[in-house]
């Protein structure tokens, strides 16, 4: 396992869409591993492979709650309902805080790392963060959703 280097604000990868994976092989094992490593260090809930510079259709979330640990490979949302205001941030804008609009319930198509089909459904914290990850996977970031004037920027701690 090791730590992968984030891809932060204004690098043009956050904006390009991640290809599907048709083979999990070794290298993608050792991709999720290192993602949940990487965003462990940095106390996040939840990244995307274009995180940390690969454009694959892979995301890791934990909650830090048992049973909210998940590798999820070519997630696609296939029902939300709801809508929830979010605190959000995003690793790959440290200094970043906003309010943005997502599904208060959600439930996602995947595959595991065994390659079997799995369904997660979440609601509140798990529905923005699956939303988050996979909006992440088709170039998308929350800056480019958040609600007019929420936007924060603070500085890092020392
Ligand atoms: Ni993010």
Known sequence: MAIRNLRYEGDEI???ISREI???????KELANDMIETMHKYDGVGLAGVQVGILKRIIVIDLYEEGTQFVLINPIIIKQKGEQ???????????????VKRPKEIVVEALDLNGKKVK????DLLAQALAHEIDHLNGKV????V?????ENVK???
């Open 147 to 151: 609600e007019p004037g929420t936007l």
């Open 120 to 123: 997660v459904k979440g609601k």
């Open 142 to 145: 929350f800056i480019d959703k």
């Open 22 to 28: 048709t083979v999990i092989d070794d290298k993608i």
């Open 85 to 99: 205001i979010c605190d959000e941030g995003c690793l790959s804008y440290p200094s970043k805080f906003g309010k």
């Open 14 to 16: 956050l904006n390009k």
């Open 156 to 158: 890092p701690q020392q």
